[in-house]
């Protein structure tokens, strides 16, 4: 495999610093599962909008941006994904890949990082690099277990797959703390650590205490809310799990100022979304859009403007100068980033440019289907 070149992290540190949890915002993630679906949702709040979404290939050779003095992770991307980017393709929010997995990051003050000595990486091009990289919410919860994942933002994780399969995963006094399979009686994640939000659950009205809704900080509050609506709700419940995902987001925090609201099909390898000010809905679908490195490479989509139904036909080649325009925007749109310095800016949108497709084979895909790359 050929190596890019590596690039120091110092940029990825000056855009990412500690919030406090106002300027994080309200953040919220579930699961909703059933015989007949998998999806996952989650709401995004951030004092940014706006966006991209990304089409990201699969085939391309990548080494991660890392600060002087450690080794960056090197990877070949074995899965096309789409993901939902403000501060530059390969450092997403989160997304989904052609697997049907799914990941997404949440702001959780008081994240502390572990100082491993494996292959470093930021946490969120960690998210590409899962999604690059893995099936299953096992092979996340093992990369978590042996990468140095570092960061200036506080940052827990929610992951899903397509097999009904979730997993939280948190840093904290310096160790990974990874919650699965029965060390996880609620695939449901906001902006506490798990632990304090099962201990509001345990204090609320209906799960056994005495605190009544509304009683506790937003984050814990949210979570208990969710928690009643999945005891409440399965995909194969009458009518149209989807529109029921999206309920049960605008129902968490009605007066909220959500940018993204988000829901994945993980089965069939799709995602609906809305984005604040914009009364539409939009659908993109992975099973349809050609994730060859070798043919149409990377697209976008901008999140800003109007949309309604497949986004497919709007999807536009990568451009770089489109992305740096998106991460100056975003930059500028950040107060506590001022000043940002140009240079810096400047090499951080332009790390997409260094990649190289090293991979351009394809297997078949579904039957009428465009090919997906090779795993």
């Known amino acids: 495999m050929r190596i890019i070149s590596v690039i120091t992290m110092s940029t990825l540190a000056l855009l990412l610093p500690a919030l406090s949890p106002t300027e994080a915002g309200a953040c919220s993630g579930f699961f909703l599962g059933?015989?007949?679906?998998?999806?996952?949702a989650f709401s995004y709040d951030w004092p940014v909008s706006g966006g991209r979404l990304v089409v990201n290939p699969g085939g391309l050779a990548k080494t991660a941006l890392v600060a002087d003095g450690l080794t960056g992770a090197s990877w070949t991307a074995k899965f096309g994904s789409m993901t939902f980017n403000q501060y530059g393709r390969e450092f997403p929010s989160g997304g989904f890949n052609r697997a049907g997995l799914a990941m997404h990051a949440l702001w959780l003050q008081g994240t502390s990082y572990p100082k491993a000595g494996g292959p470093a990486i930021e946490a969120l091009?960690?998210?590409?690099?899962?999604?690059?990289?893995?099936?299953?919410?096992?092979?996340?919860?093992?990369?978590?277990r042996t990468m140095a994942i570092t960061s200036q933002a506080s940052l827990h994780f929610l992951a899903c797959d397509a097999s009904g399969g979730c997993a939280v995963i948190e840093f904290?006094?310096?160790?990974?703390?990874?919650?699965?399979?029965?060390?996880?009686?609620?695939?449901?994640?906001?902006?506490?650590?798990?632990?304090?939000?099962i201990a509001a659950l345990d204090r609320s009205l209906g799960y056994g205490g005495a605190v009544a809704p509304r009683d506790e900080e937003p984050s814990l509050d949210r979570f208990v809310q969710i928690a009643s609506r999945l005891n409440t709700v399965r995909v194969a419940d009458p009518g149209d799990p989807i529109e029921r995902a999206f309920t049960m987001l605008a129902e968490i925090d009605p007066k909220s100022e959500n940018k993204w609201r988000i829901v994945y099909d993980l089965r069939a390898k799709q995602v609906h979304f809305?984005?604040?000010?914009?009364?539409?809905?939009?659908?993109?679908?992975l099973t349809t859009i050609d994730l060859r490195c070798s043919e149409s490479g990377a697209r976008t989509?901008?999140?800003?403007?109007?949309?309604?139904?497949?986004?497919?036909?709007?999807l536009k080649p990568y451009s770089g100068a489109d992305n740096l325009a998106l991460v100056r925007s975003s930059v500028?749109?950040?107060?506590?980033l001022q000043p940002f310095p140009e240079d810096r800016l400047v090499q951080m949108a332009s790390y997409p440019d260094r990649l190289e497709?090293?991979?351009?084979?394809?297997?078949p895909a579904e039957p009428g289907k465009r090919p997906y790359p090779v795993d």
């Open 34 to 40: 059933g015989e007949d679906g998998r999806l996952m």
């Open 125 to 144: 091009q960690w998210i590409q690099h899962c999604l690059d990289s893995y099936r299953n919410v096992a092979e996340v919860a093992a990369s978590a």
């Open 172 to 197: 904290l006094d310096g160790a990974p703390v990874i919650r699965a399979a029965d060390e996880l009686p609620l695939p449901v994640l906001t902006n506490s650590t798990y632990a304090a939000s």
């Open 274 to 285: 809305t984005v604040r000010g914009n009364p539409g809905r939009g659908l993109a679908r």
């Open 301 to 314: 989509f901008d999140l800003s403007g109007p949309f309604a139904g497949d986004i497919a036909a709007a």
């Open 332 to 336: 500028a749109l950040t107060d506590f």
């Open 357 to 363: 497709c090293v991979a351009p084979k394809t297997e």
